[in-house]
């Protein structure tokens, strides 16, 4: 393979996660998205730091909605926040935490790396987060591995059931294909 090829091939295998965002993106309409991002960013904690950039995500059945990942000043993980504003997206918009991540703050640095949807029940979709970690102090290589967020009609929570399957998976691909989405 020459050297152009497997640069351009390097570009779009990166791009490809975020290509899938925009065009799930794209049905949302501009003032709808807009709207919920800038929620979204509001719920985030004073002097936190962005972690991912604020993506509008179709939720299927919960229709559009923006995620926000962050880190406050001392936390080595990450928190999530989304906003959503009913089927139409003209409702109310409701900000929903994200539940705690299960790695010890501290111990593990963590770095969001991808965030998309896949299909979940009742026409809904799941978010997922897919991340970087490395266990400080343990001197083993940096690995990778994800969150699956479903919606349970209240609240976000941790999918135990999916969520195992991301261990070691790097991209959306990867991640989809273990998912079955």
């Not at 080595?76 to 409701?94: E, F, K, L, Q, W």
């Not at 290589?141 to 969150?147: L, S, T």
């Not at 941790?158 to 989405?181: F, M, N, W």
Request: charged share 20%; net charge positive; proline share 7%.
């Amino acid at each position: 393979m020459n050297r152009n090829l497997a640069i351009a091939l390097c570009f779009a295998l990166a791009a490809a996660p975020l290509a899938a965002a925009a065009a799930s993106a794209a049905a949302i309409p501009a003032a709808v998205a807009e709207r919920l991002k800038d929620a979204a960013r509001k719920a985030e904690p004073k002097g936190a730091e962005e972690k991912h950039p604020v993506l509008a995500l179709d939720l299927g059945a919960l229709g559009p909605a923006a995620l926000a990942l962050y880190a406050r000043e001392d936390q080595s993980t990450y928190s999530g926040v989304v906003a959503m504003a009913g089927p139409a997206g003209s409702g109310p918009v409701r900000t929903v935490a994200l539940p705690p991540v299960e790695e010890i703050e501290g111990r593990f640095e963590m770095t969001p790396t991808a965030v998309f949807t896949t299909p979940d029940a009742g026409g809904r979709k799941a978010l997922v987060v897919l991340y970087s970690y490395y266990i400080n102090g343990s001197g083993q290589p940096e690995d990778n591995a994800g969150y699956v967020y479903a919606w349970d009609g209240r609240a976000w929570r941790i999918d135990e059931a999916r969520t195992p399957r991301l261990a070691g998976v790097k991209s959306a691909k990867a991640a989809r294909a273990k998912l079955g989405g």
